[in-house]
């Protein structure tokens, strides 16, 4: 094999990632890799590695993208359940999708010219447009469930991450309401508007009937998910309803971004006192938590914060107890014997770094997949999710005082993700179903 590519028609760091991960794990640094992806993924591009590229298709995000994602991000979970998710998707999803189908044709012309021994993607929104462009190439395909957990095969409803309780099933009813409100409203204050999103609705909808259907097997697809899926087949067996439509692994190494943590490391390393790290991933700009009320609890408890955020908080200045980064190594700050809790959104790529990095977590997640990980990392005993966010400070001191058993556990957990040696088991099942070598 001399080739593989990842192709992405997402630009987020959150799909990038874990496709860089299953990259890394299978050309162990012998394999050229070059990344096909929207312009918009450039910053993120500019930190590969010696041995991966880049090229670009064009842009995908829609107009005022960065503010329908911190409006989203910024959302309580209530305002986001009844009428923000009907509003993003609307503004930002659909016509990131329909932008993403539109510059297929250019990533099958790009692809092709790379003529790779294999490709890799994310299986987030648009999985059988890169089934399309394998069967068009004439590679295989690695698809990685974006989630790396057991949560698409899980019901709906009456599940404990849901928390599901006669407000917020209240909740779910009025939302479909007020979308329904909210379209009427939107036809007769803005017509253009209104005319645009049906037009975009059903070219859209001409995309995914000419997409491959993956209900069924296809033998250059290898579907597989990466992360805790494996531990929770393993731990909560009993509890959760197995996702038997891909292959589960364990946890990856984090991807080798070309970050120069110098200054961070020798932050940590400066005192002896154990460091909180607050991080919610690439597309939240610092959610709704507090940083400054989390930053002062933790002091008072002895704790030093590291705070990882796209956004310089405003009223919290650097000293000996904070520290703001806009971009760390977060796996390897994780593994610092110093970092002894991580706030987190619970996304896939903070799950695998918090399990190898053997550090308990206190979840802040924001929908979906997220809540069903932090319910996860209760069920293991990791971590905990404190709800509803009134509560947040008061457990949050709580588990800052008396962490020692989560520690240990999270140790426990990080010890059996190496042992599944995920990287190795991952590399072999590839090679040997298409005979690469």
């Known amino acids: 094999m001399k080739r593989i590519v990842v192709a992405s028609l997402v630009p987020h760091a959150g799909h ?32 590969l590695p010696t041995g991966y590229s880049y090229q670009s298709i064009g842009s995908v995000m829609p107009t005022d993208s960065a503010y329908h994602i911190a409006r989203w991000a910024g959302a309580s979970p209530l305002s986001r359940q009844l009428y923000i998710n009907s509003s993003f998707d609307k503004r930002y999803l659909l016509p990131l999708t329909l ?50 957990s057991h949560y698409p095969a899980q019901p709906l409803y009456g599940v404990p991450w849901r928390r599901d ?26 017509p253009s508007w209104h005319g645009k999103q049906r037009a975009m609705l059903q070219e859209l909808r001409g995309y995914w009937e000419r997409a491959v259907d993956l209900s069924v097997p296809h033998e250059h697809v290898f579907w597989v998910s990466c992360g805790l899926s494996a531990l929770e087949a393993e731990l909560l067996e009993t509890q959760i309803v197995p996702d038997n439509s891909v292959a ?37 700009p610092g959610m709704r938590l507090p940083i400054e009320v989390i930053a002062r609890e933790a002091a008072e408890s ?8 796209a956004s310089r908080p405003s ?61 996860v990392v209760t069920q293991l005993d990791s971590g905990i999710w404190p709800t509803p966010e009134h509560i947040f400070s ?8 008396n962490g020692e058993a989560k520690q240990a556990r999270a140790i426990e957990l990080r010890d059996r993700a190496v042992e599944l040696n995920a990287a190795q088991q991952l590399s072999e099942a590839v090679m040997s179903r298409w005979g690469l070598t």
């Open 16 to 47: 990038l990632s874990p496709s860089l991960r299953i990259a890394a794990a299978l050309s162990r640094g012998e394999i050229e890799v070059v990344v096909v992806a929207p312009e918009e993924a450039r910053k993120l591009m500019d930190r």
């Open 302 to 309: 002895g704790f030093r914060t590291l705070y990882a955020s």
């Open 165 to 190: 309780n006669l407000w917020s099933l209240t909740a779910r009813r009025f939302a479909r309401v007020a979308s329904a409100v909210e379209n009427r409203a939107l036809r007769l204050r803005d």
């Open 315 to 375: 009223n919290v200045e650097p000293s000996d107890n904070f520290l703001w980064s806009a971009w760390i190594d977060q796996a390897a700050i994780l593994k610092h014997p110093s970092v002894r809790l991580f706030i987190s959104h619970c996304g896939s790529g903070a799950m695998q770094d918090a399990l190898l990095g053997g550090v308990p977590m206190i979840c802040h997640p924001m929908d979906g997949d997220t809540r069903y990980n932090a319910w």
């Open 248 to 284: 589960h692994f364990g946890p990856l190494p984090s991807f080798a971004w070309q970050v120069d943590s110098r200054e961070t490391l020798a932050w940590i390393d400066a005192d002896s006192r154990p460091v909180l790290l607050v991080g919610f991933g690439t597309m939240a």
């Open 99 to 148: 932008n993403g189908f539109r510059l297929l044709p250019l990533l099958k012309e790009r692809v092709t010219a790379l003529a790779p021994d294999l490709i890799i993607a994310d299986d987030h929104l648009f999985r059988g447009a890169y089934a399309e462009l394998a069967q068009y190439v004439g590679a295989p395909l690695v698809l990685n469930r974006s989630n790396g």
């Open 394 to 401: 008061s457990r949050l001191n709580e588990l800052i005082r």
